[in-house]
C-alpha cells in the first residue's frame, strides 16, 4: 500500500486516536495528582480542553469518511436507487459548500488583530492555534464530502450504462 493511500485510509483515525489517548492520559494523571498527591496539574485542564477541541474536529472528518454522521433518511429511503443517488449528489453539494463557507469564515476569524494577539490563561499558547482546529477540520471533512461525492457519481454513471 502506498503511503498516500495509508494516509487516506488512517489519518484521521491516527490522529484521533493519539489525541484521545492524550486526553486521558492528562485527566488520569490530573486526578491522581489531585486525589493522592494533593497537588493538581494547573495546566491539565487548559490543555485537555485544547486536545479535545482538536479531537472533536478531526471525528467530524473521520465521521465523514466512514459515512457515520447521523441522518434521518426516511424520505431518501422512499425514494428509487437512482433518484436517491441523485438527492445525495444534491446533499454532499449543500454539504461541501456549507464546510468550505465555514472554513473561510474561520480563517477570516483567526486572521483578526484582536484574534490573532490573543494567548491563552494558563499555557499562554496563541488562541489562534486553537480556533485552527475549525477551518483545518472542515478542510479535512470537505475533503472527505468530496471524495463521497466522486463515488456517488461513478454509481450514476454506473446506472445509466
Known sequence: MSVFKWIDSNAEKVLASALLAAIVLLIFGN???RYVMNASLVWGEELTLWLFVWFVWIGVSYAFHTGDHVRITVFRDALGERT????DV??????LGFLLVLAFEC???IMMPFVASQTSVVLGLPIPILYASAPVGAGLAAIRVVQHLKRTLRKIAETKA
Open 84 to 87: 436517491r443517488l441523485y438527492v
Open 31 to 33: 486526578v491522581f495528582m
Open 90 to 95: 444534491i446533499i454532499a453539494l449543500m454539504v
Open 107 to 109: 480563517i477570516k476569524l
